[in-house]
């Protein structure tokens, strides 16, 4: 028994050593099962972080394409937003213009009616003139005869002024009664035509029969081209009156003493003209230049212009528009050809610079209207209305339109222009077919 005793005792340690292999080898088994889940399971979780790398690339870019959309939709939002204020500007510039033109028209509601008042004030529309004997008074309009031409009213003298309608007439180009009042652009009304030296503001030149007249309204921005102006043509063949439409002093240039400056503020070219270069002033000279102070004489040879004129007998010319710059008729625009100084036209502008021979302007200031000022229209009708045969445009000496428009300093003077236009076109229709672009030709070259 104590034998079979000792040889249990020795194999307890070999059952525990087996039962130890035994729990060994289950939890290696089960260390490995739980290593190929756990290997399973990462494979698992590296694909689901690839899958979720992937999802999150893709939402990035996603997420840049869509800042960068709504980027570009705020940067069109801004546009549209800086497109909406400026027609915001617009609008209110648009709102402001109309404004001006309701006062513009307003205004000129007011200077039509007061025009119209005046007129019948000096031409009553039944007034009856007292009857005298035929021989002591040619002249007879409407079956009412004139008591003496010399001092008529009211009479228009067919030779003067043949088929004028609207405008009182005078014989010897008194168009006017010494009492008229000239209406103005913006209303008032300007003192009656005067040319005594208290209203002219400068000496008072003796003209010549060889010299030239050059009449420009000038003001204070039109400084540097009027002083290019005197010092290009001079003033020993050249009269200078210059009608100083505005505050400006001319003080400062050394050729002050030497020209005529006539002070009456923002009229109209034609205006001053109308009032200031009368019939009998034109005669002393032997051409009138009517110019603008945008003008740009730089190209111009006045000797060699004025030598074109005597030599081809011009009546009436205007150089021509240098290419490139302002224009208002196509036919105006220099065109240059080798041996020509320039063309035979039937059409001049009337600005910014016209040129008359002395007698040919005798007829053109029949056509000026003291309240059309701004000039439009006139130039479609100088030609047919005084016959001229030898009207220019001088190719080889061209001129700059700088287009300021300072001289009426007005911001409705455009469509008051066309107004006046419209107004002359309707005056003239009887006898006058005003030209166009259309009806505007060149006959040959000189």
Not at 62 to 71: D, F, G, L, P, W
Not at 177 to 196: H, I, V
Request: one cysteine or more; aromatic letters at 12%; glycine letters at 6%.
């Amino acid at each position: 028994m104590a034998f079979g005793s000792e040889k249990a005792l020795m194999l307890v340690p070999f059952f525990f050593l087996v039962l130890l292999i035994i729990y060994a080898g289950w939890w290696k088994t089960y260390y490995d099962s739980q290593l190929v889940l756990a290997e399973g399971l990462g494979l698992e979780l590296s694909k689901k972080l690839d899958d979720y790398k992937l999802t999150i690339h893709e939402l990035q870019l996603h997420y840049n394409k869509t800042i960068s959309e709504k980027h570009h939709e705020i940067v069109e939002l801004k546009e549209q937003i800086k497109k909406v204020h400026e027609q915001g500007n617009a609008m209110s510039e648009i709102n402001k213009d109309f404004k001006t033109q309701v006062d513009g028209l307003k205004n000129f509601g007011r200077l039509l009616e007061k025009a119209t008042q005046d007129l019948k004030e000096v031409h009553p529309e039944k007034e009856e003139l007292p009857s005298v004997e035929q021989k002591d008074c040619p002249v007879v309009v409407e079956e009412k005869v004139c008591p003496d031409p010399e001092k008529c009213e009211v009479c228009p003298e067919p030779q003067t002024c043949p088929g004028l309608q609207d405008s009182v007439c005078r014989p010897k180009d008194k168009r006017f009664p010494d009492n008229f009042e000239f209406p103005t652009p913006d209303g008032r009304n300007a003192p009656p035509l005067s040319l005594e030296p208290s209203n002219l503001y400068g000496p008072q030149p003796t003209p010549r029969m060889d010299k030239h007249l050059v009449a420009v309204p000038v003001g204070n921005k039109a400084k540097p081209v009027v002083d290019k102006w005197v010092r290009k043509f001079g003033t020993n063949d050249f009269t200078f009156v210059f009608f100083v439409y505005d505050d400006s002093d001319w003080n400062e240039f050394d050729w002050h003493s030497k020209v005529v400056f006539i002070r009456y503020p923002k009229q109209g070219k034609y205006w001053y003209i109308k009032h200031f270069i009368s019939v009998d002033i034109a005669r002393a000279y032997k051409t009138v230049w009517l110019g603008d102070d945008d003008v740009d004489v730089e190209h111009i040879d006045p000797t060699a212009v004025l030598e074109a004129i005597e030599k081809n007998g011009i009546q009436m010319c205007q150089p021509a528009h240098a290419p490139g710059h302002r224009f208002s008729h196509p036919i105006t625009v220099q065109q240059n050809q080798e041996g020509s100084v320039g063309r035979w036209v039937n059409f001049c502008e009337i600005g910014p610079l016209l040129i008359f021979s002395s007698k040919a302007y005798e007829c053109a200031y029949t056509l000026i209207q003291p309240d059309l000022p701004q000039g439009w229209g006139y130039d479609l009708m100088f030609t047919e209305y005084c016959q001229f045969d030898k009207v220019a445009i001088v190719d080889k000496y061209p001129i700059i339109h700088l287009n300021y428009k300072t001289a009426l300093g007005a911001p409705d003077a455009g469509w008051l222009s066309m107004e006046e236009m419209g107004t002359a076109f309707r005056r003239y229709r009887p006898i006058i077919h005003p030209l166009d672009q259309s009806t505007q030709r060149v006959y040959g070259r000189f």
